[in-house]
């Protein structure tokens, strides 16, 4: 088995994050995708973050539609700090240690991949797919410098459809009574005008 791993805030989920994704899967011919919404995180702790379990039934209801795509609560329950390398830990535990597990990054976290906790042995025990996004620029031989050769072998590179959204700039739109059709599904958007979020 193969499987990718979509974390993020979700804050809310919009077709950015579907829509590359969904390019990854075919492209590594992953089995399955797992979203997984990250707890409160320490590092965004300044604004205003959605509860948990508002992003956990946005992300739910956006990724219902997609056979190959799951989502788990895991980081949610597990409370405090969200370390990706518990998650991969508890990843392994579930599905054992032949299934290959694949960690999809987006550009702007993989700049900061460096920082995180026990960064080198997490790029040593499983993969990472990076994926480009609009506006950011990444100097990959940074990072190859960085983690030496075994980011030649685990950090992977794909080129993803160029979807200039964030959640930020949605979070803005809700907040000014602007559209967001088209930036999120439409049970997304649904979910957000009635739970009254972000105004
Ligand atoms: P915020 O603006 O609140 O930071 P965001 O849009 O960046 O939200 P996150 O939940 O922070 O979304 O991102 C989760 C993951 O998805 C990250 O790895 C990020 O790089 C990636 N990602 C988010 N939006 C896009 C996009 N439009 N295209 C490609 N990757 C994206
Ligand atoms: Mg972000």
Not at 9 to 38: C, N, Q
Request: glycine share 6%; net charge neutral; with cysteine.
């Amino acid at each position: 088995m193969k499987i990718g791993i979509m974390g993020g805030t979700f804050d809310p989920i919009h077709l950015g994050h579907l829509a590359t994704a969904e390019a990854v899967r075919e492209s590594f011919s992953l089995d399955e995708i797992i979203f997984i919404p990250a707890a409160r995180p320490p590092h965004k702790r300044g604004r205003n973050v959605a509860d948990e379990f508002s992003r956990l039934t946005m992300t739910t209801l956006a990724t219902q539609s997609n056979e190959f795509f799951k989502v788990s609560d895991m980081e949610m329950k597990r409370k405090g700090l969200s370390y990706t390398l518990d998650t991969m830990n508890e990843l392994h535990e579930i599905f054992g240690q032949s299934t290959e597990i694949f960690f999809i990054i987006g550009a702007d976290s993989l700049v900061d991949l460096q920082k995180w906790h026990a960064a080198r042995e997490l790029v040593d025990k499983c993969h990472f797919i990076a994926t480009t996004r609009p506006g950011i620029d990444v100097d990959f031989s940074a990072v190859e410098n960085f983690f030496g050769n075994v980011a030649r072998k685990h950090i992977h590179r794909i080129t993803t459809p160029a979807l200039e959204i964030s959640s930020t700039d949605i979070r803005e739109k809700v907040r000014l009574g602007r559209s967001i059709k088209y930036l999120v599904p439409e049970v997304v958007e649904a979910y957000i005008s009635k739970a009254g979020l972000y105004r």
